[in-house]
């Protein structure tokens, strides 16, 4: 975990203070070192984009012996609401890092339940930290792309359906694919009939 890339991104003062913050209280209170400020538990970014305004990740280094750890935050969000009202979600991935950095300091003697991760000992961290334990935010959010629809008709109901990207390419390949859920009828495709976004 240590020697990661450093903090990168806009600066956001008062996020990477609230980040201090909150890193303090866990060396303190716990006597963990964990610290993402200066990049060395892992790499701190805001190019999150779409509907999730934090994300703390884990992913398999290149070579795969060991992990990328990084607490990335959506800066159009930020951008959105406020440095302010963004600290509970510094605050909400960060109690994320130290429940992943005990269970791993834990290892087999550790239940499962008690590393869960909205669970008793993340809802603890975040009282610790002086934040309600939210798990979903209320932020306004745009999605990072918009889905495309398309209009089917069931041949034999007339029953209409709109199917995403995904499932127009796999029935356009393979007719028989989907059917009518009510009278198990072929679907048609209908171009010149407009479908929302």
């Known amino acids: 975990m240590k020697g990661r890339n450093p903090p990168s991104g806009p600066s956001h003062p008062l996020l990477r203070e609230e980040l201090r913050r909150v890193e303090k209280i866990v060396r303190e209170r716990m006597g963990l070192d964990l610290n993402f400020s200066d990049g060395s538990a892992g790499s701190l970014c805001f190019d999150l984009k779409g509907l999730r305004a934090g994300l703390f990740s884990v992913r398999p280094a290149k070579g795969g012996m060991s992990v990328e750890i990084s607490l990335r935050f959506n800066g159009e969000v930020i951008d959105r609401v406020g440095e302010e009202d963004f600290r509970p979600t510094v605050a909400h991935e960060f109690a994320h890092a130290v429940v992943y950095a005990l269970m791993r300091k834990a290892g087999k003697k550790g239940s499962s339940e008690d590393f869960r991760p909205h669970g008793n000992l993340w809802r603890v961290l975040m009282g610790l930290f002086g934040h309600p334990p939210d798990r979903c935010h209320t932020y306004p959010v745009v999605p990072a792309r918009r889905q495309k629809f398309f209009g089917y008709r069931c041949i034999g109901c007339r029953r209409e359906y709109r199917l ?29 009939r407009p479908v929302g976004v």
Do not use: D
């Open 164 to 192: 995403g990207a995904l499932r127009h390419e796999r029935l356009s390949k393979n007719p028989g694919y989907l059917v009518c859920g009510r009278c198990r009828g072929l679907l048609h495709h209908e171009p010149e």
